[in-house]
């Protein structure tokens, strides 16, 4: 099967040892047989088998609202609701202790993880932001979200907005024009690796059915000791952090005691699971003793189901998956793993991370086998959108990264992208210079211009040779791109040829591989200041993004709430002059 080959390639080279496990793979399941599914090929976009009036339900998950359904184009349609809903946030410094150790912690609402966001398909999403911290900003970015014609929403400190200083309240509004999970998390420097992390369920139609839908199941690799204090021993040295732990759900055993996160089964019932990594540095690999994954869909687009015994998510990725309730009434454990030899940075409890599947009634443990985790940093292959897209086979632009550690004496590490570590002023955040008519961006913003309408754009990230080989979960807002190619450890050739254009993986977050590359493309269909960046927080703190300013013409005309620049940017100014006269951590982007 070549998606195997290719997989184990990346894997051999990225790693010396040899793996016990199969890579997890599946074939394309054939549709369910409940609901009319039909497969659709490249020239057909029209919607099929869904009767107006159709309701979603057990039986029927392809169906929606409004004449919407599986098969309406989300990237150009969705249901205007008309409904809003609302949550306040207030953002607190307290003590908890999520898997038994006590730590200072950076919590929405005093919960950790914050409150769920729940909303349907094409109704807005408003949220009122306070910051109830002494001594940082905060902004939030509601990850995956296009937000087309809001950028000024996308939460980023120094690029959409200045940060919301302490004692500052400020709102957040955009539409869900798409669905599925996903989660929001602060964007300023490695604030949200202290807790300021939720989830979000936009309910919408689905490739497979289900009877229950069960929510979020968040993952994350934990530290503890404050992640500004990691972060700063991480600028000053080679060699990734130790995490702690993995948090699931929120909860975990340590030492110090922490519990096991409880995931309950109805037993024969289907039930949605949305597995999401809202960590840090490690890639989270998934399996649940005695079950399978129907896998549906990857971050917010929906792909024809397939199976999988395992899965991989790197930082910022989810997958939404079916599982069956079908085995023997006990209780399974959920395995999880991190990547591992050194590709993610180890993670002192790698070993003992679980959680547990509990079947209603259940008195025993299953004896089922134990579930081997592949680990390894890498993403699932074989995946196919279930919206048909043929991209045009066009030569990409090259980014490269590199990789230095120096200012003598400081031992200074900063990652590059063509020579530059990316460093934003929060005091002017680039939607403000384009408001204001500036188009000086100092070169350490990495700024890069996009600027024909609708055209689609193409960049290959290149790891440099001499960047230590390490993948790099690569995030770009505002859009999802299309993965043409990726390969570890291999220069690109310029050979066009090699790129997938036949409906190629379409995502928010993917992949760089070790000493190697990605392809992506999007079609520059939203004007705004976007940011692309590694989604390791320790990574873009030292300088690993840059941002599109894509048909910047036009941005002035969309923006609706230019006023956040006034308000906002008088009281951060206020507040750094007071607090940071000198600045903050050397060699911290901000982002
Ligand atoms: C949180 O509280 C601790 C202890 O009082 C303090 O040192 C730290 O600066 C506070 N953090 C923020 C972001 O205000
Ligand atoms: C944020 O607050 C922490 C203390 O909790 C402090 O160490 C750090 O320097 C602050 N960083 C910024 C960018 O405000
Ligand atoms: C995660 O934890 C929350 C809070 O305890 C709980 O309501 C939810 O059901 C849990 N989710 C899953 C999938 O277990
Ligand atoms: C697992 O337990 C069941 C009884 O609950 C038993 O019938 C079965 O043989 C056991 N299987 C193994 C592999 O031990
Ligand atoms: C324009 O923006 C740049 C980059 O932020 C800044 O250095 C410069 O001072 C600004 N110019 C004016 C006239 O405000
Ligand atoms: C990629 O190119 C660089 C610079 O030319 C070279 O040093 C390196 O060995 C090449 N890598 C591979 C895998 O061919
Ligand atoms: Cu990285």
């Known amino acids: 099967m070549a998606f195997f080959a290719k997989a184990c390639v990346v894997l051999t080279i990225l790693h010396s040892f040899v793996f016990a496990a199969a890579v997890p793979s599946g074939p394309i399941l054939p549709r369910t047989p409940d609901v009319p599914w039909k497969s659709r090929g490249l020239s057909s976009r029209k919607p099929q088998g869904y009767p107006t009036g159709c309701t979603n339900g057990p039986k029927s998950r392809g169906c929606w609202v409004d004449g919407t359904s599986i098969d309406t184009d989300f990237h150009r349609q969705w249901p205007n609701t008309g409904k809003t809903v609302t949550y306040d946030f207030e953002i607190t410094n307290t003590t908890m202790a999520p898997d038994g ?41 509601w990850h995956g979200f296009r937000q087309v014609g809001t950028n000024e929403m996308d939460g980023v400190g120094g690029i959409t907005e200045c940060p919301i200083a302490p004692g500052e309240t ?7 024009i798409q669905y599925g999970s996903s989660w929001y998390h602060s964007h300023y420097s490695v604030q949200y690796g202290d807790g300021i992390v939720g989830g979000i369920v936009i309910h919408g139609p689905a490739t497979a059915n289900y009877d229950i839908d069960l929510g979020l199941l968040p993952f994350t690799d934990w530290f503890h000791t404050p992640i500004f204090t990691v972060n700063a021993a991480a600028l000053h040295a080679t060699g990734p952090p130790i995490a702690d732990n993995v948090l699931v759900n929120g909860t975990m055993t340590s030492g110090s005691g922490g519990s096991y996160a409880v995931t309950n089964l109805q037993p024969g019932k289907k039930h949605l699971l949305r597995l999401v990594n809202t960590g840090i540095n490690n890639w989270i690999h998934v399996g649940l003793q005695g079950h399978e994954f129907t896998v549906i869909a990857a971050d917010f687009v929906p792909i024809e189901p397939f199976t999988a015994s395992t899965l991989s998510l790197s930082v910022g990725q989810r997958y939404d998956v079916i599982i069956d309730a079908s085995q023997p009434v006990n209780d399974y454990w959920l395995y999880v793993g991190v990547g591992g030899n050194r590709c ?45 897209n043929t991209v045009p086979r066009k030569v990409p632009k090259e980014l490269n990264t590199g990789f230095t550690t120096t200012a003598a004496g400081t031992n200074l590490v900063q990652w590059l992208i063509n020579g530059e570590p990316i460093l934003v002023d929060f005091t002017r955040p680039t939607l403000k210079n384009v408001i204001d008519g500036n188009d000086t961006f100092n070169t350490k913003e990495n700024l890069f211009t996009v600027g024909d309408k609708n055209e689609w754009q193409y960049w290959v990230i290149q790891q440099d040779s001499t960047t230590p080989p390490l993948p790099h979960p690569i995030h770009l807002h505002g859009h999802d791109f299309f993965v043409l190619d990726h390969a570890a450890n291999a220069n690109w050739t310029g050979d066009i040829s ?82 940071y006269p000198n600045g903050f951590e050397l060699g911290d982007s901000g982002l």
Not at 170 to 176: I, K, L, N
Not at 367 to 384: K, M, Q, R
Not at 522 to 551: K, T, Y
Request: with cysteine; proline share 6%.
């Open 498 to 579: 090699r790129l997938k254009m036949d409906n190629p993986v379409r995502r928010d977050t993917a992949t760089l591989p070790a000493r190697g590359y990605l392809v992506l493309a999007f079609e520059s269909d939203n004007p705004g200041a976007w940011l692309m960046h590694c989604h390791i927080p320790f990574h873009v703190s030292a300088g690993f993004g840059l941002q599109f300013l894509e048909r910047v013409d036009e941005i002035p005309g969309i923006l609706k709430h230019t006023e956040i620049f006034e308000d906002q940017c008088a009281s951060w100014k206020d507040f750094q002059t007071e607090f």
């Open 344 to 388: 993610d940075g180890p993670n002192t409890n790698a070993a003992n991370i679980r959680s547990i599947f509990h079947y209603e009634g259940a008195k025993h443990q299953s004896n089922a086998s134990a579930v081997t985790l592949p680990g390894g940093c890498y993403d699932e292959e074989g995946i196919v959108p279930y919206h048909k």
């Open 101 to 141: 150790v006590e730590r200072l912690m950076l919590v929405i609402n005093g919960q950790y993880p914050g409150p769920t966001i729940e909303a349907d398909w094409g109704d807005y999403i408003k949220v009122n932001v306070k910051n109830s911290l002494e001594l940082n900003g905060t902004g939030i970015h």
């Open 170 to 176: 400020r709102t957040y509004e955009f539409q869900a």
